[in-house]
């Protein structure tokens, strides 16, 4: 079976320009997880989405924004990106619960590598 | 919330010998816990997991775990690595009703011939 997948690998953008990451989830797997992982840190969480609406959202700023797909594919979308936005990105896909007790192990994609000039 | 301290940013082992990766959680609930690893420009491998029931949890490459509940801590073991195993290790906590993963800041094991 195929893995979680990203697109794109790499990405250079310029301050204040918009960008978008894809992400497709193991198949089977409803839910899908974002998170930003910058050069000498752990990733740090973003969005989780299970079945198209948003289950958790981290501490990161409005310019953030992300949706799920009826496939279960999802964007994550940053406008009016800054220097600091310069990571890696990871998307990581699990069978989802509905949020009804029990945890799913998350499978994680290579990752998109964004480099804002 | 939970979070997680892994106590040593660069652990440095020679070959063949055993090795001890530790990381301890903060949390006012129940959590399961993780371990990861990812080999350079890569994203994350799952190493092992503990959800419940026994204490000690072996996972893929040789790595076992020890969960203790007393002392919040979850170290990651190696009997024997190998130079393959030089990678950065994250331990990682999610409590019981979300998705939502908690990393350490992680541990770059370097194994040396």
């Known amino acids: 079976d195929a893995g979680v997948t990203q697109s794109p690998t790499h990405l250079i953008k310029t301050r204040g320009q918009h960008v978008t990451l894809r992400c497709s989830p193991i198949?089977?797997?409803?839910?899908v997880s974002w998170y930003q992982q910058v050069l000498g840190q752990g990733p740090q969480f973003i969005f989780q989405y299970y079945e198209k609406e948003e289950r958790g959202r981290g501490n990161f700023p409005d310019r953030f924004s992300a949706r799920q797909f009826p496939n279960y594919s999802s964007e994550l979308n940053v406008n009016a990106l800054l220097l600091g936005d310069s990571a890696l990105y990871l998307c990581a896909s699990s069978p989802g619960t509905g949020g009804r007790g029990g945890t799913d192990t998350q499978y994680f994609g290579p990752g998109t590598r964004l480099t804002v000039l | 919330a939970q979070s997680v301290t892994q106590l040593d940013s660069q652990v440095p082992v020679f070959e063949e010998a055993p090795v001890e990766l530790r990381c301890n959680y903060s949390?006012?609930?129940?959590?399961?816990l993780f371990w990861y690893v990812q080999y350079p420009n890569q994203g994350l491998q799952l190493l092992l997991k503990y959800l419940s029931g026994s204490t000690l949890v072996k996972g893929i490459n040789g790595f076992e775990a020890e969960f203790n509940k007393s002392q919040t801590s979850f170290h990651l073991r190696k009997p024997s690595v190998h130079i393959s195993d030089t990678a950065e290790y994250f331990c990682?906590?999610?409590?019981?009703?979300?998705?939502?993963?908690?990393f350490g800041s992680g541990t770059k094991l370097n194994v040396k011939p």
């Open positions: 949390s006012s609930v129940s959590v399961y």
């Open positions: 990682a906590v999610s409590g019981m009703n979300f998705n939502k993963f908690y």
């Open positions: 198949s089977g797997h409803k839910s």
